[in-house]
Nanobody, 123 residues
């Protein structure tokens, strides 16, 4: 099975920085994009940033200028977070989209999710 494992979360003071990492394991399919989402208690999961295989990036408006998404090949994505605010506190989830061809069937695009890593911004 394809699995995603996040690391790098923790407790940081407002204005501080953290770097999150995510690595895909047992991945024999073609990953076409990876990214990060987050979910705070009582709130919906929201986009943080994504990056495609060609290096194109997409950020939520609130992350622009503070967060940077990058990748290594194969199957590794990073999120450099700076100028952290208390409202950034959430569980951050790694996401990967991959092609899964099947004999006699149309190629599928499937989503994989990591278990999440807690980021807490507090003094």
């Amino acid at each position: 099975q394809v699995q995603l494992v996040e690391s790098g979360g923790g407790l940081v003071q407002p204005g501080g920085s953290l770097r999150l990492s995510c690595a895909a394991s047992k991945n024999i399919f073609t990953i076409i994009a990876m990214g990060w989402y987050r979910q705070a208690p009582g709130k919906q999961r929201e986009l943080v940033a994504t990056i495609t295989n060609d290096g194109s990036t997409n950020y939520a408006d609130s992350m622009k200028g503070r967060f940077t998404v990058s990748k290594d090949n194969p199957g590794t994505v990073y999120l450099q977070m700076g100028s952290l605010k208390p409202e950034d506190t959430a569980v951050y989830y790694c996401n990967a989209q991959a092609l899964r061809p099947k004999p006699g069937k149309q190629t599928e695009i499937v989503d994989y999710w990591g278990q999440g890593t807690q980021v807490t911004v507090s003094s």
